[in-house]
């Protein structure tokens, strides 16, 4: 029997729980059941996620009754885009799925958000399941109904809101990521302490390594902890019209990363918004916003627990602060012109800022690659 906690996502008629715990993939059918229109589902999955985990779940839904059919797309950033999610609707269409299947992402986040993208915009829209194997996409990605793919103008740039039928997080699905990975999706979980809970920081500083090494019960707490916080977000401001934009902390720096990397191995998301917190930090601090202190207890913290903080390690790139600059012009969360950064006033306290001074920011890049 699996064991789980429940986080519910209150939107209304749309209102979904998030299970998270261990052994729920093993038992899925049995949460899916509920939720389904009818007895034939859509498994969209990849393949380094298929040979581990998609034996189990086929297993699970057949004893459930339910009739599976999968399509395995490569692995990686760059399928996020509209060739796959082409190909994806289209095998969709030609195996005449029907308004009332229900699809399921099994992966990572970006099998979700393109899933959850073709799900949104196949038949007008028909219903998803997420169930996000990675620990970026349990405590960020899988949450919040927010689906896209990447074009040559910028990351999640096209794409809708639409909210899956279910989330079901098992975190025994870790135990087969590679560290590298789970560190780029513990730079997530970081982040909703610094947005708005210092004591959820504090209980990393604590707890973190034991959680990266394999502690189940802390696992558990950090996605459970990371789910609720944003379903709270999520619940007050669906589609980002105020405060859900505090979940961008680190984003518009670090989607400008990713931009020049390509979108691909030489740089992870999470590492990506790793390194963009650390860098709203020290723009903070440079600004006269945040203590010093709490921008070094950030630095230290990421150390720690072995996530790079800086540029130098990333191989191949000759960072320039003119072209991060203008990626960044390219976020999908620039208004009238302006660019929009989350920053801090120190940890626990972040806030939506239009009002950045070109000099400071340029420092601030110039400071990041030349450190």
């Known amino acids: ?47 380094h996620v298929a040979p581990l985990h998609l034996e189990i779940l086929e297993r699970s839904l057949d004893d459930s009754g339910i009739r599976c059919e ?6 990686g950033d760059r399928t996020k885009d509209f060739a796959h999610l082409q190909k994806l609707i289209d095998e969709f269409l030609t195996r005449k799925i029907e308004r009332s299947s229900t699809i399921i992402a099994l992966g990572g986040g970006v099998i979700g958000d393109l899933a959850g993208f073709a799900a949104s915009i196949t038949l007008r829209g028909i219903d998803y ?3 996000p194997t990675t620990l970026l996409a349990q405590v960020d990605s899988s949450v919040g109904g927010k689906t896209a793919i990447n074009t040559a103008h910028g990351k999640n740039l096209v794409g809708m809101f639409h909210q899956p039928r279910l989330v079901l997080a098992d975190i025994t699905t870790l135990d087969t990521l590679p560290q590298r990975e789970f560190l780029a999706g513990y730079a997530e979980i970081v982040k909703y302490g610094l947005i708005n809970d210092p004591e959820f920081f504090g209980w990393l500083e604590g707890h ?77 601090v440079r600004m006269g916003l945040c203590p010093a202190e709490d921008a070094a207890r950030l630095h230290r913290h990421f150390a720690a627990i072995g996530l790079d903080t800086g ?61």
């Open 129 to 131: 399941i997420q169930i």
């Open 70 to 75: 999968t399509m395995v797309l490569p692995a």
């Open 311 to 371: 540029l130098d390690h990333i191989q191949g790139v000759s960072w320039q602060a003119e072209s991060l600059l203008d990626h960044m012009g390219r976020d999908k969360k620039v208004k009238d012109g302006r660019l929009t950064f989350i920053l801090v006033e120190g940890i626990g306290r972040a806030f939506l800022n239009r009002d950045v001074k070109l000099e400071d920011l340029m420092a601030t890049l110039e400071d990041s690659i030349g450190s």
């Open 1 to 47: 029997m699996s064991t789980h906690e429940t986080v519910r996502v209150d939107l209304g008629e749309r209102s979904y729980d998030v299970l998270a715990g261990e052994g729920l993939l093993a038992e899925a059918g049995t949460y899916i059941s509920p939720v389904l229109k009818q007895d034939r589902v859509f498994v969209v999955t990849d393949e």
């Open 208 to 284: 973190g390594a034991a959680m990266r090494d394999g502690n189940r019960a802390a696992r558990v707490k950090a996605v459970v902890t990371s789910c609720q916080a944003k379903a709270d977000i999520v619940a007050a401001d669906e589609r980002e019209a105020g405060q859900r934009a505090l979940l961008n902390l680190g984003h518009t720096f670090g989607h400008a990363l990713e931009a020049e990397t390509g979108y691909g191995d030489m740089l992870l998301h999470g590492e990506g918004v790793a390194i963009g917190m650390i860098m709203a930090f020290d723009l903070s």
